[in-house]
């Protein structure tokens, strides 16, 4: 049984930069599509940044440049890179794994979430 755990969130001003880790127990992420979403208040979770068992990434247009997404199978963790911050960044974030589905809500994992708030 895979577990993921968030970590890394908090408040941030505008422009400012974090970096979210997610750390994976009970399985090799080695075979998993991961990624991250996002739910602001009273919105759907979106899907921000996704990475392939190939390393093959996407992004979603609103944070292309600014989030940068990778993966060390050594320590079996996922990272979010994100710089210049902007208020609309604001929300939960999850971390999701999949053997089949890529950058989906289908994905069978899912982490707890980490808040991130961007604010003056």
């Known amino acids: 049984q895979l577990q993921l755990v968030e970590s890394g969130g908090g408040l941030v001003q505008p422009g400012g930069s974090l970096r979210l880790s997610c750390a994976a127990s009970?399985?090799?992420?080695?075979?998993?599509?991961i990624g991250w979403f996002r739910q602001a208040p009273g919105k759907e979770r979106e899907g921000v940044s996704c990475?392939?068992?190939?390393?093959?990434?996407t992004y979603v247009q609103s944070v292309k440049g600014r989030f940068t997404i990778s993966r060390d199978n050594a320590k079996n963790t996922v990272y979010l890179e994100m710089n210049s911050l902007k208020p609309e960044d604001t929300g939960i974030y999850y971390c999701?794994?999949?053997?089949?589905?890529?950058?989906?809500?289908?994905?069978?994992?899912w982490g707890q979430g980490t808040q991130v708030t961007v604010s003056s």
């Open positions: 999701v794994a999949d053997t089949y589905y890529y950058c989906s809500t289908n994905s069978r994992y």
């Open positions: 990475i392939r068992h190939n390393s093959y990434r």
């Open positions: 009970g399985s090799t992420l080695d075979n998993y599509h």
